[in-house]
Each structure stands twice: as structure tokens, then as C-alpha cells.
């Protein structure tokens, strides 16, 4: 596909280790023109999460890639992390060589918004971290729901359990205040969730069959994964984030339900629960309640090379 046909993408992230691989899938796929990235705190700190950024697109070959610093902490509340699932750095202990690039000098908000204002109705948000960035910008930029093509979000638990909490999932719970503003919002989002991330898993086996990986993003994969598979000792990756990437090239991976969606917020157990509702009002959205994994997967290792075909 030449350039000019790509989807302009602007990929929001809170960089650990699924968001490195859906990194290296939005670079691969080739469908997209990866216009920026944008980092807000979440799996790890803000500053982890930057440079966790910028070394990953430095590995993948894409360095060039503009990477904006967003917010450092959730909207009200104190910053919670997922360090015991991504390792103290947030990519399961892999240290790929420092970026020779530096950080853009807009804030992740304003860089979403003058993105969207320079091509309104072009760029494709894909935002699979806590979604204080977005709720920023929407704050700068009211008119930001009818300037973006598209947004893609990685949230929320609608049908099933939570895996921060019994009701919620983590990008959701790390700042529900966030998750309600956006889901309130006119923005023409798609929501996957739990519900269908739990489905798109990289099996061990499939896993240890890397240890002789070259590709780099084959190799990345590897890497980034021992934390989960060595020291925490499962036996099935989900891929999450990734999953968000491959939607918004192709949606009809996913069957969606059109709904209004809120966040639980205040301080109770049910913080960061995400709730289907239809009201008079409430902007509907499509949420991805089924999935065809098995076209997901064989698209997720084609593309990274996973299956032995070049990448």
C-alpha cells in the first residue's frame, strides 16, 4: 500500500509489554502512516513509559516516529501501576539500546489535538492505556469528536470479570474519571474489552519457538515476554493491546454492540466498572462483545513473523 493510502495513526500508549508488541504490529501491518505516539502513566511511570517508547520504535527501525510525553498521574486520584505484570520497567525486564531521538516538544493532549485539527476527519486514534491523554485533549479541543476519524480504545470490562479488580479492568480502573469523560463524549469510539482480549492468546509453545527469532520484531516479542511466561510462569499471553491495533485496520474482526457505556467512578469497590446502558443522551458506541481469534491470530503472526514467514 502506497503512503499516501495509509490510515493516518496516532497510537496513545502507557508503554509495557503488550503495548511494545502492538507497537511493532501498527509499524507491520502496512496500513497504517504512524503520524505519532503519545505517552501517558499507567503499566509504569511516565518517564519509563517515554523511554520504553522511544526504544522500542528505535529496535523496530522507527525512530524517526515523533513520541509526546503525556500526563503523569490519572485526572483525581493517585497513580497506580501494573509493575508486577510487565516487570520494574514495564518491559518484562528487556532493555532495548536508548533512542537516538528526542521527545517531542508538545505535551501528548496538545499533539493529539493539533494533529486532529491539522487532518480533521483523517487520523485513527488507537489509545490502549489509561485515558487521561484523551480526556485532556477533549478539554483543549471540544470540537476533537468531529476532527478524528476514528478511536480505538483498549478498556473495559462489559460481559465478563475485571483483572484489576473483580468489576474492573485496568486501564479503566488506573483512572475511571478519564474512562467516563471520554465514554460521554461524541467520540466515534470503538471499545475492546476484556470481553474479547481474553479470546487472542500467544501460547507458550509458541513463545519458546522464538528463542532462535532474528526479525526484530520477532525477537521483541520474544524478549519482552520472558517476565510473563519465566518469572510469572504462565501458560497463555493475551494480547490485548495488540488486538486494539488490528481492529482499527480491520474492525470486522470483532462483533460490536451499539451502546451507550459509563464508568463507575468514586472511591467505591466498583470503581472502573464499565456499564452498557442506553439513556436518552448518552452517546452509543460500538463494543466488541465477539472476536474471530483464529483470523486475528494468524494475522497477528504473519505480520511479526511469528509463524516463520518474514515479517
Known sequence: ???????????????????????????????FDLVGVTTVA???????????????????????????????????????????????????????????????PETAPEFMVRTARERPGEVTFVCVGPLTNLAVALGLEPDLPRLVRRVVIMGGAYTVPGNSTPAAEFNMYADPEAGDLVARSGLPITFIGLDVTHQVVLRRDEWEA?????????????????????VRGIERFHLHDPLAVAVAARPGLVDVRESGVEVVTGLGERAGETLLVDRPGLPRHAVALGVDADAFGALFRSTLGLDGTPG
Open 210 to 230: 522464538l528463542e532462535v527469532a532474528s526479525d526484530p520484531a520477532a525477537r521483541l516479542v520474544r524478549e519482552v515476554c520472558v517476565h510473563s511466561f519465566v
Open 1 to 31: 500500500m502506497s503512503t499516501s493510502a495509509r490510515i493516518p495513526l496516532l497510537l496513545d500508549v502507557d508503554t509495557g509489554v503488550d503495548d511494545a508488541i502492538a507497537i511493532a504490529l501498527a509499524l507491520r501491518l502496512g496500513v
Open 42 to 104: 499507567g503499566n509504569v511511570e511516565l518517564e519509563r513509559t517515554t523511554e520504553n517508547t522511544r526504544r522500542v520504535l528505535a529496535w523496530l527501525g522507527a525512530a524517526d516516529v515523533p513520541v509526546a510525553r503525556g500526563m503523569s498521574r490519572p485526572l483525581v486520584r493517585p497513580l497506580r501501576t501494573a509493575a508486577a505484570f510487565h516487570g520494574e520497567n514495564g518491559l518484562g525486564g528487556f532493555e532495548p539500546p536508548p533512542s537516538p531521538a528526542a521527545t517531542y
